[in-house]
T-cell receptor, first 112, second 114 residues
Framework: EPEVTQTPSHQVTQMGQEVILRCVPISNHLYFYWYRQILGQKVEFLVSFYNNEISEKSEIFDDQFSVERPDGSNFTLKIRSTKLEDSAMYFC??????????FGSGTRLTVV | AQSVTQLGSHVSVSEGALVLLRCNYSSSVPPYLFWYVQYPNQGLQLLLKYTSAATLVKGINGFEAEFKKSETSFHLTKPSAHMSDAAEYFCAVSEIQGAQKLVFGQGTRLTINP
């Protein structure tokens, strides 16, 4: 069964550093998403990406965040200058239509 | 905008007892609804989904959910709890328009007592 792959599984970074979280969505899917889950809290929407551009972003997704689909297969989330409060599990997801969303196993980001 | 409310942040049942996790949604049009399970330190695994076919949906691990339009509910049930069911459960609704993102409920932590 097709999977969404995320790397790395765990990343530790110092406050102020840039991080890039990587995702490989399912190849025939059209919509791509990043979600965030702070420890013990619910899953929050960050951004959606369709047709090579951001289709929607949440209030969380400020100027420190950016997404890119550089080569038609990878889908990346960049945080330019990490803060302690960016520590969370980040999930990538993709869907062909709204009937089936596949999530990756997540990247746990720890900012120290 | 769609929203999801999960009643009860913590539910505790005995092994072998009925599991009932409640989810209510708000949507102006028939939604697509999902239940996801998250085991400790793991990702989100799809349990089941409702996509406007049968109102009683069967999922993995013996779980099922019933879509009730009149009650705007999509409660998750399992007749007999197993210790391995201990996890966090999230109900979600997909948006009809725009980015078609998933909107999640707050989650319910299920504890199974031996």
């Amino acid at each position: 069964e097709p999977e969404v792959t995320q790397t790395p599984s765990h990343q530790v970074t110092q406050m102020g550093q840039e991080v890039i979280l990587r995702c490989v969505p399912i190849s025939n899917h059209l919509y791509f998403y990043w979600y965030r889950q702070i420890l013990g809290q619910k899953v929050e929407f960050l951004v959606s990406f369709y047709n090579n551009e951001i289709s929607e972003k949440s209030e969380i997704f400020d100027d420190q965040f950016s997404v890119e689909r550089p080569d038609g297969s990878n889908f990346t989330l960049k945080i330019r200058s990490t803060k302690l409060e960016d520590s969370a599990m980040y999930f990538c997801a993709s869907t062909e239509d709204r009937a089936g969303y596949t999530f990756g196993s997540g990247t746990r980001l720890t900012v120290v | 905008a769609q929203s999801v409310t999960q009643l009860g942040s913590h539910v505790s049942v005995s092994e072998g007892a009925l599991v009932l996790l409640r989810c209510n949604y708000s949507s102006s049009v028939p939604p697509y609804l999902f239940w996801y399970v998250q085991y400790p330190n793991q990702g989100l695994q799809l349990l089941l989904k409702y996509t406007s076919a049968a109102t009683l949906v069967k999922g993995i691990n013996g779980f099922e959910a019933e879509f009730k339009k009149s009650e705007t509910s999509f409660h998750l049930t399992k007749p007999s709890a197993h210790m391995s069911d201990a996890a966090e459960y999230f109900c979600a609704v997909s948006e009809i328009q725009g980015a078609q993102k998933l909107v999640f409920g707050q989650g319910t932590r299920l504890t199974i007592n031996p």
